[in-house]
């Protein structure tokens, strides 16, 4: 069975310019969520989908970070602009609905921004 | 928010000896779970825990729910080089309904 799919895996751009992240899921896995990982520190949630449904994005700075899963299936997260401070690693991960403890993580994209 | 302290920050080891790492709260949580996480790799999935003082086992890791449910434990026997890596805790329930938090992960160096 494949595992939830991430990309680009890296990605480096300028400050002010946007950049996008894409997620494929687990099949079947309903629930899929977006953490950002700063260097040293463990994952931090930023936005939890229910199918198409944003139940969770409480995290999510919505200024400048914004997110959608049309079809409830795959998903992109998207930055613009971006800030030096968005240099991190983006996971996505997911799960069978219900179940929020067993998450699968993706590889993760890794973003610098200069 | 909630938050885990994990401990230790990092251990080095010899390869075949034991190791302990621990998390705790604050706050109770209904899920513990613990996480390894390789270099360019997301965290991957070791032990999920669902019941205060579960013990479980997966391979030569163990992990138990405590029963104050407000910390959890992870211990590796008989290290071999492989089990280099960060290693997580994460815990759901409480307020933090519907995701994870995550410890501050702890180094594992494994020296042949």
């Known amino acids: 069975e494949a595992g939830v799919v991430q990309s680009p895996r890296y990605k480096i751009i300028e400050k002010k310019q946007p950049v996008a992240f894409w997620c494929n899921p687990i099949s079947g896995h309903n629930t899929l969520y977006w953490y950002r990982q700063n260097l040293g520190q463990g994952p931090e949630l930023l936005i939890r989908y229910e199918n198409e449904e944003a139940v969770d994005d409480s995290q999510l700075p919505k200024d400048r970070f914004s997110a959608e899963r049309l079809k409830g299936v795959d998903s992109t997260l998207k930055i613009q602009p971006a800030e030096l401070g968005d240099s991190a690693v983006y996971l996505c991960?997911?799960?069978?609905?219900?179940?929020?403890?067993?998450?699968?993580f993706g590889p993760g994209t890794r973003l610098t921004v200069t | 928010g909630q938050q885990l302290n994990q401990s230790p920050q990092s251990m080095f080891i010899q390869e075949g000896e034991d190791v302990s790492m621990n998390c705790t709260s604050s706050s109770i949580f209904n899920t513990w779970l613990w996480y390894k996480q390789e270099p360019g790799e997301g965290p991957v999935l070791l032990i999920a825990?669902?019941?205060?003082?579960e013990l479980t086992s997966n391979g030569r890791l163990t992990a138990q729910f405590g029963i104050t449910r407000k910390d959890s434990f992870l211990n590796i026997s008989a290290s071999i080089p492989s089990d280099v890596g960060i290693y997580f805790c994460?815990?759901?329930?409480?307020?933090?309904?519907?995701?994870?938090?995550f410890g501050q992960g702890t180094i594992l160096t494994v020296h042949p």
């Open positions: 994460a815990g759901v329930g409480g307020t933090s309904y519907g995701k994870l938090t």
């Open positions: 991960a997911s799960s069978l609905a219900g179940t929020y403890g067993e998450q699968y």
């Open positions: 825990l669902y019941k205060a003082g």
